[in-house]
């Protein structure tokens, strides 16, 4: 197996037992270090991966739709950009073949690669960083964090991809951005700039080539601040940048994993980083078919 860019020794000799497999049409690669299966489900030949888009997934079947949609209308995207899905077998797993749906708009929007990791055991959201950092397809772009239940803003991958590269910051996230609340169907405006600051952010990236360092942790919480310390223990004088701007076409949402649910208190005893608003899930700016589908889930939630 021939690798194009430096990994530490323990990861060569984790590489070195992954074996390649022709199935159903897709290229598959099991790793027995990870416990786990890759499978390439969508790969052009001609690509040079400027962003890997990173999504997690757990209990996401009724609401794994959202992420993607708003991978699937991204706009201003002049550059490649890949995907690497990372879930478990569960009964509410989304499965490869869900991803298949999205094929053809996601490459219509120069999305050259998804690949989908097939774990054979539950891992800790940690672990899964880690793991789809051992599978990037470039180490030279951005390291994209994607939440299941977060719908991207339109110019999230645009914006991240040109201060990541072009800029050259290691580290970026968004301050500002808005909530929703499937069993109350209400929104909250994060804001962790309105009083003190925080460590990490929203919507957030980091340049790729720290990627292949995560590490194992097994923490539950403050997860996004363990990858933060992370990268800031290998590189002290990273560069970081907070955009401070409110995509209004953009939501994060609360009430269909394990983590939102435990925020949905929030809502009715808002405290920092969040600030109480009237506006509704209708105010935003987010495309009316994906606003009526939430809505459908909003009633399923309070029934």
């Given amino acids: 197996m021939k690798w194009n860019f430096n990994i530490p020794f323990h990861f060569k000799r984790a590489a070195e037992r992954i074996f390649y497999k022709e199935a159903s049409g897709n290229l598959s690669q099991t790793d027995d270090i990870f416990n786990c299966t890759v499978h390439i489900i969508h790969e052009e030949k001609n690509k040079n991966i400027k962003l890997s888009v990173a999504l997690p997934c757990y209990n996401a079947i009724d ?22 899905i990372c879930e478990e077998h569960h009964d509410k797993e989304l499965g490869k073949d869900f991803f298949n749906q999205y094929i ?8 050259k690669k998804i690949s989908y990791i097939e774990l ?26 994607q939440a299941a239940d977060c719908y991207a803003p339109s110019k999230r ?16 996230d968004f301050s500002k951005g808005y909530f929703y609340s499937f069993p109350d169907d209400k929104l909250i405006l994060y804001d962790s700039q309105e009083n003190r600051k925080a460590l990490t952010h929203l919507h957030m990236t980091f340049k790729a080539k720290y990627a292949k360092y995560l590490k194992s942790s097994t923490r539950s919480r403050g997860v996004d601040g363990f990858l933060f310390k992370t990268i800031k223990k290998i590189n002290p004088k990273f560069k ?14 609360d009430g269909y994993n394990n983590i939102s649910k435990e925020r949905i208190d929030y809502y009715n005893n808002v405290k920092w980083p969040f600030i109480a608003s009237d506006k509704k899930l209708e105010d935003t700016e987010i495309p009316q078919y994906v606003v009526e589908k ?3 889930l909003y009633c399923a939630a309070k029934s």
């Avoid at 053809?104 to 999305?111: P, Q």
Wanted: proline fraction near 0%.
């Fill in 63 to 84: 609401i794994g739709w959202l992420c993607m949609e708003g991978l699937c209308n991204q706009v201003d995207i002049d550059f490649d950009w890949e995907i690497i």
């Fill in 294 to 296: 939430i809505k459908l």
């Fill in 240 to 253: 970081i940048f907070v955009d401070k701007q409110l995509l209004m076409d953009g939501i994060d949402t």
């Fill in 120 to 145: 054979n055991k539950k891992v800790n959201l940690s672990e899964k960083w880690k793991i789809m950092g051992q599978n990037l397809d470039n180490y030279a772009g951005g390291f994209v964090l």
């Fill in 157 to 172: 991958l645009s914006i991240s991809e040109n201060l990541i590269n072009e800029k050259d910051y290691d580290w970026i």
């Fill in 104 to 111: 053809s708009r996601l490459s219509d929007n120069r999305c």
